[in-house]
C-alpha cells in the first residue's frame, strides 16, 4: 500500500507540478475572455483547445499507472493531440464545433484533483509505479516539461493575438547596453560530447540519447546572434528579392505568401515598427532577429557565411580550451537574472550584448536565452535513439527531412530545459517560433 512519510514533507516533483500549472493558468489569463475560440495562427489549434490539451495529456499519460478510472473519454480523445502544419492543409474547424469553456475547464478541474490525490502519496514510491518500464519520476518529468514547453509555444501563438485581443501584463523593463558591434570569434578544433548517457540520472527526452562524441574542425562563430540591425541590411540590399539566396522551395514559399521581411515586423508609410507582446515599438536594432530557418539560412549566404552545425554550436556554447565541457557555457552557476533572458521572467527579447556574463569559454555570449538559435543540422535521431513507448510520436515523427535542430532557448524556455543536451525543432519555413541565429565561417 503507498504511504506518506509521517513528516508532512512537499515532494520536489509535486511542487514543480504546481509551479508548471501556475505557469499555464498565467498565461491563458492575458487573453481577453472572448478571445478563447480564437485561431491567431492559422495552422494551429483554437486556443480553447490548449486549455484542455495540457490537463488532457497528464491524463492519459498517468492515468493508468495510477490505476485511475477514466472521467471524460470524449474529453481525453478531442484535446488529446495539436496540430503539425507540415501537410499544408490548415484546419477549417468553427468556434461552436469546440466544447463550452464552463465544460473545459470543469474537465481540467477534475483531472487536476482526481491526479493529485493520488500523486499525494504515490510520488513518495516512484520506483514502483511503473508506465512500459519507465518509473513515475520520469512520467511526471514528462508532464511537467511537456507543458512547460507550451507555455512557451503558446506564448509565440498569443503574441499573434491582435492586441486588443490581450490583458496587457506589466512591460518589460528596458535595458540599456552599449551598441552593438558585430564581431566573430575563432573556435578552435576539438570533440564534443553530444547527447545524454542512458546511465545518467538527469532527464532527457527520447531523442537525448545516445551520448557520442564527435570531433569538430576549427570554425569562426559570431560573438553575437544577428540583429534586426544587421538583417535590416539584408533587406536593403534586397535579400528578399534575390534568387541567389533562397532554396527553390524557401523561394517558392516566399513567392507564394508574399513574405518580404519578419513576421514580428511591421513596415507603416515611415519607420519599421516591431510587434512586442503588447505593445508596437519602434524597430530594436540591437534586439535578435527572429525568423524563419528559411528566412536565416538565406541572410547567411548573403553575408558569405553559414548557420553552424548542431556540433559546432555545442562546441563554441560549451567546450572549453582545456578540452572539457561545461554544463553551462558561462561554466557550473545556475542559470540566473544577470545570465540571460531566460525562465518567463521577460515577454520579449533583450540587446543581443545585454548579458555579458553568459560568455563561454571562447567568448561567445547569450547562448542560452533570448531566442532558439537555427542549426543547419537535419532533426534525426542520434545513434541508439529508442522511443519513449508511451509518448512514440514525440520525436520519430519529425523524422523527415523537414525539421531542422534549434539549441539555446528563449525568454519564455523554462530554467530546466536549459540543459546541453536538450534539442529543439521545427520546420524551415515556420516564422512564428521565438528563434533567431548566429552565422559561422568554416
Known amino acids: 500500500m503507498l504511504t506518506r512519510p509521517d513528516v508532512a514533507v512537499e515532494h520536489p516533483l509535486l511542487a514543480r507540478i504546481c509551479d508548471a500549472r501556475r505557469r499555464s493558468d498565467d498565461l491563458f489569463e492575458i487573453v481577453q475572455p472572448a478571445a478563447l475560440y480564437d485561431r491567431p495562427i492559422p495552422e494551429r489549434h483554437r486556443i480553447v483547445f490548449y486549455i484542455g490539451h495540457l490537463e488532457a495529456f497528464d491524463w492519459n499519460l498517468l492515468h493508468e499507472p495510477l490505476r485511475l478510472e477514466t472521467l471524460h473519454p470524449e474529453f481525453d480523445r478531442l484535446f488529446a493531440f495539436g496540430i503539425d502544419p507540415v501537410g499544408g492543409g490548415l484546419p477549417t474547424d468553427q468556434p461552436s464545433d469546440w466544447p463550452a469553456l464552463a465544460a473545459v475547464h470543469d474537465y481540467v478541474a477534475k483531472v487536476r484533483s482526481a491526479l493529485d490525490e493520488v500523486l499525494s502519496m504515490a510520488v513518495f514510491h516512484t520506483q514502483e509505479i511503473t508506465r512500459d518500464g519507465f518509473p513515475l519520476d520520469t512520467l511526471l518529468n514528462v508532464a511537467i516539461e511537456h507543458r512547460l514547453m507550451h507555455v ?248 523527415d527531412n523537414k525539421h531542422f535542430v534549434m539549441k539555446g532557448g528563449s525568454a519564455r524556455t523554462a530554467a530546466c530545459m536549459l540543459r546541453p543536451t536538450f534539442r529543439n525543432w521545427f520546420q524551415a519555413r515556420y516564422q512564428y517560433v521565438y528563434a533567431g541565429f548566429r552565422c559561422v565561417k568554416s
Open 152 to 399: 512557451e509555444t503558446l506564448a509565440y501563438m498569443l503574441h499573434q493575438l491582435p492586441l486588443e485581443r490581450k490583458v496587457p501584463d506589466a512591460h518589460d523593463r528596458v535595458m540599456l547596453v552599449s551598441p552593438v558591434t558585430p564581431q566573430m570569434v575563432p573556435i578552435p578544433g576539438g570533440a564534443v560530447q553530444l547527447g545524454l548517457s542512458r546511465s545518467s540520472p538527469e532527464f532527457g527526452w527520447d531523442n537525448e540519447y545516445e551520448s557520442y562524441a564527435i570531433d569538430v574542425p576549427a570554425f569562426e562563430i559570431d560573438r553575437y546572434m544577428v540583429t534586426n540591425g544587421q538583417f535590416l541590411e539584408f533587406i536593403h540590399a534586397g535579400g528578399y528579392d534575390t534568387r541567389e539566396y533562397w532554396d527553390e522551395g524557401a523561394w517558392n514559399w516566399k513567392e507564394e505568401q508574399g513574405i518580404s521581411h519578419p513576421v514580428f515586423w511591421k513596415a507603416p508609410h515611415t519607420k519599421w515598427l516591431y510587434r512586442t507582446m503588447f505593445d508596437e515599438v519602434p524597430l530594436p536594432l540591437d534586439w535578435p532577429v527572429y525568423v524563419s530557418h528559411a528566412e536565416a539560412t538565406a541572410y547567411a549566404r548573403w553575408a558569405g557565411k553559414q548557420l553552424p552545425t548542431e556540433e559546432q554550436w555545442h562546441r563554441a556554447a560549451y567546450g572549453t580550451r582545456a578540452g572539457a565541457q561545461r554544463r553551462y557555457p558561462w561554466g557550473d552557476r545556475e542559470p540566473g537574472d544577470t545570465l540571460g533572458n531566460f525562465d518567463l521572467h521577460r515577454w520579449d527579447p533583450a540587446p543581443v550584448n545585454a548579458y555579458p556574463e553568459s560568455a563561454s569559454d571562447f567568448g561567445v555570449e547569450g547562448l542560452l536565452g533570448n531566442g532558439w538559435e537555427w542549426t543547419s543540422t537535419n532533426f534525426t535521431p542520434f545513434p541508439g535513439f529508442e522511443p519513449f513507448p508511451f509518448y512514440r510520436g514525440y520525436s520519430a515523427y519529425f523524422f
